[in-house]
Each structure stands twice: as structure tokens, then as C-alpha cells.
């Protein structure tokens, strides 16, 4: 009876956990594309994107408001990204040969803010796709707030294995857009889509003063909080939008992986907690196939269900995940379980990670 008991209390917590920690924090729409701003510089770091960048830059030239420069900083790319970023006719260089102490994102981002002359910057990863007001929207949601911003893309995932990263992607927002982050002084940034002016990331220092962190965008949001400038995450829905590994499953969990159990010690003790005991209540309702028969199969089938609708509703908003994938989340909760082994792996018994074709050593700068 006590195991029933308990049973019941978990699902519903769990699920309460998920509609707290998820607010629906969309970037406000904006259409006034006559409002006056500053000079925009779009900085964009590269390293073998021939496949994504073009998506990114087609989107860039469609946008309501054009931003004044595109610079595309090629971190020794060993395809066919700078080729095509010149073909576009942006500003585009190598980045300098990599220093001791940097990772290479960090290196070329910098060396593309060290390139620009815009009054706001906006660093977008090679992978993101904008629609015609997003530009638009960013500014003026940035103007309205002041301090920095950034955006959790809408994860367009269009193959079967790109759909197991689901509840990974769930978490990312949970973690982001916490209503409990809100005065957390670690509060990070998502690095994939930041905007900030240009005088609030020099008061900060830059990438320079995060060369060597390999969680480049959670520090960088550390840098801009501890400065008391405002740090605001948004999720992209219908405005920003990426597609993260449409060449191959292996790079799925090596993405993931690189990160994911590091950046948990940044996140508010709160927004940690209603975490884990949605984790909690999603794994309890999956035990349900195990239990067929018994007095527990109920509850948890109604919990799995709640949890699948839950999941369905928060998906609406930040990826496309399709049907197959929310009703039978216990395959995405598996792949997350085995990313979190394979980053413990990684960061606390190998000491680096890989990404790119580079190792890297957590904490340090790149190593090869």
C-alpha cells in the first residue's frame, strides 16, 4: 500500500515540476521594422558547416531589417565553409592560428567582434535559421529589456534518431527559461543565438575573459549577471530555429555529451531540483509496461499518459518531435540516460571531451 501510495504522489509532482519550469517564454513578435536601432554586426563562428551555412545566410539576407555587416569567421574549417561564405559575399576570414588557453569557438568569436563595427551584435551559430522578423524581434525585444539576450532554437528534427534528443532538448529549456534562474548570478546564455550591445560586451570583457571555458555561453551569461547587466533567455519557436545533427546519430550524443552533466552546476539549486523530480516522475510512469497487471499499472499508465500530453504540449513550442517520440518517451529518456554516462565518462574520469575533430580539455582551451 505504501509503494502505491508513493506511486501516486510521484506522478503528479513530476508533472507539476514540468508546468512550473516551463513558461512558454517566446521572443515577443515584432513588426515595426521602422523603429530606429544601431548598427548590426551578425558574427558568425564556422568550423565545417558547408551543409548549414547557406540555410543560415539565405535566412539572413530575407530578414525585414538587413543587418549592416555579416561576418563568417572560418575556424579552419576542412570543407567548403569559407568557399561558400565568400560565394555569398559576406565578410569572411580565417580565424588566426588557435593560442594556448582558447577553445576555438571562443577564438573566433572574438576575432570576429575584434573585425566588426556594429553598435549591437548578434553571434549566431553556423546551424540557425531565422524567419524574415526575427532580426526585428531580437532588437526590439532587446531594446525593450535592455541587457543582454538570447535564444533556445526550435529544434527542427527530421530523422528518426534526431527525435531521441527530445528530452535532452526539454531539459535545455527547463534549464534556460527556469523562472527560478531569474536571479541566479550563474544564470547562463545559449550560445547558438546572443544578442547584446556592443558597450555592454566590452564592460564585460568578451570571450576574451572566457578563452579557456568550454561552456562558453553558460560563463559568458556569468560574465554579463556578475556585471549587473540583465540576462534573458527566450525559446525560438516560430522566430529562430536550427537543426543540430543532421549528418549522422554519432554526433548526436558526442554534442550532447560535451556538456551535459558540467553545465547542471550552474543551474539554481530550485530549478535543479523540480529537474530531478520531473526525471523522477517521467522514469516512475515508465515502469508502468512492467507492472501490467498489478496495482501500480493503473496510476502509472495514467501517469505516462499525462506525462506523454505534457510533452506533447511543450514540443509544440520547441521542436518537432512528431507523434512516435512523446508517446513513447521512455526511448528518448534511454538515449538521455546514455548521454549522461557518456559525459561523466568524458568530463570526470577522461578529463576532455570531443567535438569537431578537436579534444578538449575541460576547463582548458582546445589541444589539438
Known sequence: ??????????????????????????????????????????IIPARNEEKNLPHLLDSLFNQSVQPDEIIVVDDHSQDQTKHIAEEYGVTTFTAPPLPAGWTGKNWAVWNGYLRSSGDILLFLDADIQLAENAIQSLISAQKRQSGVLSVVPYHRAEKFYEKFAMVLNILGVFSFTSPFEKNNLQKGLYGACIVTTRDDYEIVGGHQMIRSEMLDDLNLGALFQNARIKVSNYIGTDLVSFRMYPNGIKSEPEGFAKGAVLSTSSLHPLTLFSIILWIIGLVSSQFCFLFFGSKYFI??????????????YINHYIGSFGIVHPCFHFLSMLFFLAVIVYSLYQSVFRKKVIWKGRYIQVGKGDQS
Open 1 to 42: 500500500m505504501f509503494g502505491l501510495i508513493l506511486c501516486i504522489l510521484i506522478l503528479p509532482i513530476g508533472i507539476l515540476s514540468g508546468m512550473i519550469l516551463f513558461q512558454k517564454n517566446t521572443i515577443p513578435y515584432s513588426e515595426n521594422s521602422n523603429a530606429k536601432h544601431g548598427k548590426i554586426s551578425v
Open 299 to 312: 496510476p502509472l499508465l495514467i501517469g505516462y499518459i499525462c506525462f506523454a500530453i505534457q510533452i506533447f
